[in-house]
Structures are given as structure tokens and as C-alpha cells.
């Protein structure tokens, strides 16, 4: 059974770097053709994706935040990144990872998800 | 950016009962549409894939419709398991959600 866990800081202040990890088990990330991603939650609020990568190829991101937004894969420790600058508390919110389809003709569905981690940007 | 607007934001219905959800894109997206159920201090899950397709798990109860614009997500009998807030997410250039619409018992 394919398991996704997020980790990092909970708490980053203002203009720092929010940086979380994904850890992928039950499955290789290098599994063809899926993508890895990104979504969060602002407390109270809807979702909103991030981004997504695949492990090997092209990376997208949502255009808003494209700017402070990286995302990147590790196959050696099966693991997925979020690198996030220039935060404020705009960017508090639980964050998601997730998987979703990528080949063609596939429904792009996120079909599992980590648990979420709660980043609260803050002095 | 492909904007997803549901209705309604929330809603209350008896348990028995039928509930629909509609979400309506900003523009056409054929059947790249999803839709996800979430219960509170959880994540998402997975209900219905493009547009009609019950994921495999999922309760009958639960459907879905529509292409092009507009798209509608049905309970055919309300039960107090299917307390929740829901969303669609349409795929058909990158990703966005629409802001959910929240269930709750009357």
C-alpha cells in the first residue's frame, strides 16, 4: 500500500524558506508515469495545488507562486521536496503531498495523499 | 488559471435525503474533473474521476456528471457518515479547486 508522510518545520518566520519533505513508501517515486505534488490549506480555507514533479522531466507550478516556489525530486531516499521563499502568513496552512496520474490520457486525480503537516509562518 | 466555482458554499439536509452540488468552470474542460470528499483534520479523498467515474471503494450513493462547463455531484441518500466538505478540481490546464461546499446534517 502506497504511503506518503510529510515532514519539516512547523514553524518558519517571515521571509525565511518554508522547506518540507515528502517520504514515498510502498512504491518506487522513480514508478512511471506518475507525478508527485503539492497542495495546501490555509486553516479554515479551501485547497490550493502547489505544484507537482515528476521524477524524471518537466516541472509545473502554479502560476502565482512560481517565483518562490521549487520543487525537486530525490530517487536515492524516495523522497519529494517543497522549497517555498519569501514567506509570510499568507503561507500559513497544512500541507499536503499527494500522487497523481501523468500519462497521457490519464485522469490527472490525486489518488493518495500524506497525512498533512501544519506550517505556521510567524516571529 | 481555470477558476472552479461551487454552490453552495454549505448546506443542510436530513439524513435519506438527496444532495446536489454543482461546479462550474471558468471555462471548458470537457470531463477533467474530479471530485474529493473531506472530513475535518483529515485529507482529502478521492470519490469520483473524470466527471462520472466512482473510484473503486467508494459508496453508490455517491455520482457525478456533467462535461464542458458545468458539473454536478450527487448524494442519493444522505448519511451521517457523509458529514463533510466537498470539493471538485478540474485538470485540464494544470490544477485548481473549487472553494468546497460543506454538508451537514439538519
Known amino acids: 500500500q502506497l504511503q506518503l508522510q510529510e515532514s519539516g518545520p512547523g514553524l518558519v518566520k517571515p521571509s525565511e524558506t518554508l522547506s518540507l519533505t515528502c517520504t514515498v513508501s510502498?512504491?518506487?517515486?522513480?514508478?512511471?508515469?506518475?507525478?508527485w505534488g503539492w497542495i495546501r490549506q490555509p486553516p479554515g480555507k479551501g485547497l490550493e495545488w502547489i505544484g507537482s514533479?515528476?521524477?524524471?522531466?518537466?516541472?509545473y507550478y502554479k502560476l502565482s507562486l512560481k517565483s518562490r516556489v521549487t520543487i525537486s525530486v530525490d530517487t536515492s531516499m524516495n523522497q519529494f521536496s517543497l522549497n517555498l521563499n519569501s514567506v509570510t502568513a499568507a503561507d500559513t496552512a497544512v500541507y499536503y503531498c499527494?500522487?497523481?496520474?501523468?500519462?497521457?490520457?490519464?485522469?490527472?486525480?490525486?489518488?493518495?495523499w500524506g497525512h498533512g503537516t501544519l506550517v505556521t509562518v510567524s516571529s | 488559471d481555470i477558476q472552479m466555482t461551487q454552490s453552495p458554499s454549505s448546506l443542510s439536509a436530513s439524513v435519506g435525503d438527496r444532495v446536489t452540488i454543482t461546479c462550474q468552470a471558468s471555462?471548458?474542460?470537457?470531463?477533467?474533473l474530479n471530485w474529493y470528499q473531506q472530513k475535518p483534520g483529515k485529507a482529502p479523498k478521492l470519490l469520483i474521476s473524470d466527471a462520472s467515474n466512482l473510484e473503486t471503494g467508494v459508496p453508490s450513493r455517491f455520482s457525478g456528471s456533467g462535461s464542458g462547463t458545468d458539473f454536478t455531484f450527487t448524494i442519493s441518500s444522505l448519511q451521517p457518515e457523509d458529514i463533510a466538505t466537498y470539493y471538485c478540481q478540474q485538470y485540464d490546464n494544470l490544477f485548481s479547486f473549487g472553494g468546497g461546499t460543506k454538508v451537514e446534517i439538519k
Open positions: 514533479v515528476p521524477y524524471s522531466g518537466r516541472t
Open positions: 471555462q471548458d474542460i470537457s470531463n477533467y
Open positions: 499527494a500522487r497523481h496520474g501523468g500519462a497521457p490520457g490519464d485522469p490527472r486525480k490525486f489518488d493518495y
Open positions: 510502498g512504491d518506487s517515486i522513480s514508478s512511471s508515469p506518475y507525478y
